[in-house]
């Protein structure tokens, strides 16, 4: 299985016609269905349904989709990283952000980094820790901004000096949202939008609320948080977070009483062989918190 025939698999996944797939690829049609006929024979699962004119992905072919996309994106990485000019530091660092203030060190990290080396580009991808870690065990992510407590045994990182604030956004006619703070049981009896359950962060927000916790109604769980703010709003609930520099219509922030503050790492796998830019810049990061 090589690199060219998956690039020509997520063509023809993607524009789900074989003959418009062969153009945007510069080879003929019949080249391309002989090449994804021999994959789906090498993997022995069929990837595509056929009619006369659309192909479309089996459930084999999206689960194949994923890892084809993710091999492709590795290898291209890896050509990005082993062309380098030696002379000029070059290249494309990918890093993963959660949703949180600290994303504003991460900002100037890059920017100060940029001055000095203006040919780098940086990908930010946003997720959470769960979403961030698992890229970063793939390859496809360098480094990753997690907000505490998460395990980072097998990584290297520094701690952001960002405190990240808990509290809710709550809808502005909820009865709630006259008051200032949010309180352990004030949410009893709210619909409550919150972070997805059994994670490091909802076990901290558990034990915030204490004995209440069993009583919150939790209706919509969520790891990306505008869309939970909108399903906050429709039911007119309240949606537990960080706070950010965001502005939601007709949704207010009210801190967890008494307060709840988090921090957030810059983390990158220990022990592990980076591309030259990738290495630069964990260096200028460990200088600059030094």
Not at 97 to 122: D, H, N, S, W
Request: proline share 3%; net charge negative.
């Amino acid at each position: 299985m090589d690199i060219r025939v998956l690039s020509y698999f997520l063509m023809a996944a993607r524009e789900e016609n074989i003959t418009r797939a062969a153009q945007l690829l510069h080879v003929t049609q019949p080249t391309l269905s002989r090449q994804l006929m021999q994959l789906e024979e090498e993997l022995g699962v069929k990837l595509f349904q056929r009619s006369n004119h659309s192909v479309y992905l089996t459930d084999e072919g999206m689960v194949f989709r994923r890892r084809a996309q993710e091999l492709v994106n590795l290898a291209e990485k890896a050509q990005e990283e082993l062309t380098q000019k030696v002379e000029t530091l070059s290249g494309i660092i990918a890093i993963g952000c959660g949703e949180m203030r600290g994303v504003q060190e991460v900002a100037k990290l890059i920017t100060g980094f940029q001055e000095r080396y203006p040919l780098v580009k940086f990908e930010l991808y946003s997720g959470n820790n769960e979403d961030i870690k698992e890229r970063m065990e793939q390859g496809t992510l360098d480094m990753g901004l997690l907000l505490e407590p998460v395990s980072i045994v097998k990584y290297d990182f520094i701690r952001m000096k960002t405190k990240e604030q808990w509290g809710v956004l709550i809808h502005k006619d909820a009865p709630l949202a006259s008051q200032d703070v949010i309180r352990p049981g004030d949410l009893v009896g709210t619909q409550v939008v919150t972070v997805h359950l059994n994670t490091p962060v909802h076990h901290e927000l558990v034990g915030w609320s204490g004995n209440f916790a069993k009583q919150m109604e939790s209706c919509v769980n969520y790891n990306l948080l505008y869309n939970a703010v909108i399903a906050a709003r429709e039911r007119k609930g309240a949606a537990i977070c960080v706070k950010l520099d965001c502005h939601y219509d007709d949704m207010k922030f009210l801190p967890l009483e008494p307060k709840l503050e988090l921090s957030s790492v810059l983390a990158w796998k220990d022990q592990q062989a980076y591309s030259k830019a990738t290495t630069a810049f964990i260096k200028y990061v460990k200088d600059v918190y030094r």
